[in-house]
């Protein structure tokens, strides 16, 4: 029903699909959904050779789903308040959504449209944000406390959404040109962040570039999850990544995992710059944290170059310090700036693999 600007869209039942020709939010007026719990989710296919462009207000009480192969922009002055959402200029079928099988995939011959925020985007506790496109980049706010946020670039992105909670994402098939960038604020209060992009082939490298804030602290327990995952990685001047709690550090993993475990895609190139940090300690009674930056030892371009601030710390009250690792076949740490101690505990390590 409209309302003067606001528009508000009544669900009925858990699932609803609407095909909008456009789906644009002007920046004095409102769209508002209406669904009977938070495990229910609104998908808005838009058919349309424009973007949407989003300057206003959204909200539900549940998941949105936005989708328009030619992009989606929230403007400086969007304000998104949802339950869980995901904006995305990849496709998503009728059978797979109420199946809730979440696969998004770039449609045969459609626009490689980017998904951007300007704006402010607000998950309730526990919820989720996932911006999907072939280039996706955050410049605005995005906060999810205790759930998921995710920024990932690819032609095929799948995510396990069990309820209303973002469990895992992964990116199944590359792009041209995939890039991840945030420049802006991106909080997850003890919940997970994820920046991937994916090329299309080994000639097409993909890029994640981060400058702003990512925040996944813990003020009462453990820090979070924070993953960044691509061909080439930068952490530009200004980046500080915060995964820290009272009773242990969380996780930083750059490129990859520890000594490369994992099912992590790993990483051509890192370069941390001189004035980016990443904090993973505990801040009261319990152990540092982990944070990696690696790239592939295996690769004899692979290289990391790490210029910043690392910190594993103990907890000032007892713990013991965290885990350390810059690797690659080709390592640069002279200019590192290294603390895995703990004022009343036992110090942590660092790993340079192939050094050690």
């Known amino acids: 029903s409209q309302s003067g600007t606001t528009l508000t869209i009544t ?3 858990q699932q ?27 998908l808005n296919r838009v058919q349309s050779a424009d973007p949407s462009q989003i300057y206003g207000s959204l909200s539900a009480n549940g998941q949105v789903f936005l989708l328009n192969p ?3 922009v929230f403007g400086a002055t969007a304000r998104v308040d949802v339950g869980g959402l995901v904006a995305s200029s990849l496709a998503l079928s009728d059978s797979d959504f109420m199946a809730r099988k979440f696969r998004f995939e770039r449609a045969p011959g459609s626009a490689a ?3 951007q925020n300007a704006g402010s985007i607000r998950a309730s506790e526990g919820g989720y944000v996932a911006l999907l496109g072939s280039n996706v980049a955050n410049s605005g706010s995005i906060s999810a406390a205790q759930g998921g946020v995710a ?10 959404l069990t309820g209303d909670k973002l469990i895992t994402l992964s990116v199944d098939q590359g792009a041209f040109a995939a890039t991840v960038s945030n ?16 090329g299309l082939d080994a000639l097409t490298q993909s890029v994640v570039s981060q400058g702003g804030l990512i925040e996944a602290s813990s003020l009462t327990s453990r820090g979070g999850r924070i993953v960044l995952e691509g061909d080439q990685i930068t952490l530009n001047n200004g980046s500080l990544m915060q995964a820290t709690g009272p009773t242990g550090g969380g996780t930083v993993l750059v490129g990859g995992d520890w000594r490369g475990s994992g099912p992590m895609r790993q990483a051509a190139e890192v370069h941390m710059h001189a004035n980016a940090r990443i904090d993973v300690s505990a801040t009261d009674t319990g152990d540092g944290g982990r944070a990696v930056l690696w790239s592939d030892v295996h690769r004899s371009t ?11 710390r103990g907890g000032a009250q007892g713990g013991r310090g965290g885990q350390i690792e810059t690797s690659g076949h080709q390592v640069d740490i002279a200019s590192a700036n290294v603390n895995a101690g ?3 505990g036992t110090g942590g390590e660092w790993l340079i693999d192939p050094f050690d």
């Not at 020709?21 to 609104?42: E, K, T, Y």
């Not at 604020?185 to 991937?196: D, F, K, N, Y």
């Not at 170059?305 to 594993?312: D, I, N």
């Open 342 to 344: 703990a004022p009343r």
């Open 183 to 198: 420049q802006g604020s991106i909080s997850a209060a003890e919940g997970s962040v994820t920046l991937s992009a994916r």
């Open 11 to 13: 669900q009925s039942s």
């Open 16 to 42: 609803l699909i609407t095909n909008w020709q456009s789906f644009d939010i002007g920046n004095a007026a409102a769209v508002r959904f209406v669904q009977p719990n938070a495990s229910s989710v609104a």
């Open 70 to 72: 030619s992009g989606v």
């Open 151 to 160: 920024l990932a670039a690819g032609d095929t992105v799948r995510l396990d």
């Open 302 to 312: 692979g290289s990391t170059k790490v210029e910043g601030q690392l910190w594993a």
């Open 113 to 115: 449209g980017s998904v």
